[in-house]
């Protein structure tokens, strides 16, 4: 009720923080990027469930509505910063390694992290003093959700068998799954050309992914819309490996043979491959862009470090946080079992599913937003 209102002030507060922030540092915002806010949201949110839970259990002990707000805002405190802190590990490890994209999730990761601790803490605590002052009503719950979830009981570790076989069952078909099938790699992990190529007229993208196939001696490339019905992105793995100075002439030939016949008007080889000037000079290629094998193995081996660093020093806090061991080594087997049923998931269905499945770095810097949040839990 009245605390939700706040909280959401707090939460537009947060966004609007987190704007301000990437503005002044004139931060280009990208998808990665808006992946980083919408997780700092949810982050967010949860911090104001743990303040006001533990808030609703002090009115239910039997204390006063001004103490229970002191006591539950300070023992919420703890898991609040314990979660925010194993997270921000999360996102200094993405930008030192990352690169890109990968550092725009970085950066609008740790900045909302930031700003949602001031927000969800510093403003609502503010927020309820003032309205104390005033003698305003202030209500944590309404008739219907005053005691939800406040006498549960359900006996977790009595179903464990159950989950054991579920979970064993899941990981031995992702183990099956990743040692025969893999994972679709994208061309930052194994080298690739990507070209924008406009039209005159919208295109179908599985059409001119079939045609392409066939041009590309059945390297299926990915095809996909690129902003506008007439604009897509070709993304190819064909001739990679050969470094041959006629590469790039060989498959822009092959490009255009495939993709002239989806022209409403027909169109020259040398208006669609170059930026000449004249009246198609907004058709065919507008950019092209080539990622080699070297540069994809550096990528890929900065990708193995960030998820391995990120796993060790969320083991090392969780271990020196809760002073055992014990503790940190059950919470990485968590983030492993979480992480190896994804993987296997994107190896089992990579090549059945409508829509792209491929293992690229906004995938890397997804694997460790599951790794963050896993250990909140």
Same mark, same amino acid.
């Given at each position: ?24 540092? &004139?931060?280009? *915002?990208? #998808?990665?990027?808006?992946? +980083? ?8 949110? %949860?911090? $104001? /469930? ?11 002990? &039997?204390?006063? *509505?001004? #103490?229970?707000?002191?006591? +539950? ?8 910063? %314990?979660? $925010? /802190? ?11 390694? &990352? ?279």
């Amino acid at each position: 009720n009245r605390a939700g209102v706040v909280a959401n002030v707090a939460l537009i507060t947060n966004i609007f923080f987190l704007f301000g922030v990437l503005a002044s540092l &004139g931060a280009v *915002l990208t #998808l990665p990027g808006m992946a +980083g806010i919408v997780l700092t949201l949810g982050m967010a949110v %949860d911090a $104001n /469930v743990i303040i006001y839970e533990r808030i609703k259990e002090e009115v239910r002990a &039997g204390k006063g *509505l001004q #103490l229970a707000i002191v006591d +539950g805002y300070k023992n919420a405190y703890s898991a609040i910063i %314990d979660g $925010n /802190v194993t997270t921000l590990l999360t996102g200094i490890v993405l930008y030192v390694f &990352g690169t890109g994209p990968v550092q725009g999730f970085a950066t609008t990761l740790i900045i909302g992290i930031l700003s949602s601790l001031f927000t969800a803490i510093f403003i609502t605590r503010m927020t309820f003093t003032w309205m104390q002052k005033k003698n305003m009503p202030i209500t944590f719950s309404n008739s219907k959700t005053a005691n939800f979830l406040a006498n549960t009981k359900f006996n977790f570790l009595g179903a464990r068998k159950k989950a054991y076989m579920f979970s064993g069952a899941l990981i031995l078909m992702s183990l099956i799954s990743l040692f025969t099938l893999g994972l679709n790699f994208g061309i930052d992990f194994t080298g690739g050309r990507t070209y924008i190529v406009r039209f005159d007229k919208d295109v179908n993208t599985t059409e001119v992914r079939k045609t392409l196939t066939d041009e590309f001696e059945n390297v299926a490339p990915e095809v996909k819309t690129f902003g506008s019905s007439n604009q897509i992105k070709v993304t190819t793995k064909y001739l990679i490996e050969n470094d041959g100075t006629e590469v790039d002439s060989i498959i822009q030939t092959r490009l255009y043979s495939g993709l002239k016949e989806y022209y409403k008007n027909s169109i020259e080889y040398q208006d669609f491959s170059s930026d000449t000037e004249g009246e198609n000079k907004l058709l065919g290629i507008l950019s092209s862009q080539k990622i080699g094998p070297t540069i994809a193995d550096d990528i890929r081996d900065k990708a193995l470090m960030a998820i391995s660093f990120a796993l060790l020093i969320i083991f090392a806090y969780i271990a020196l946080r809760f002073r055992k061991w014990q503790f940190g080594l059950a919470g990485v087997a968590a983030l492993f079992h979480d992480t190896l049923i994804t993987l296997g998931m994107f190896s089992v269905f990579y090549s059945i599913m409508p829509f792209n499945m491929e293992v690229d770095q906004a995938f890397i810097a997804a694997i460790l937003t599951i790794i963050g949040y896993s250990i909140n839990d």
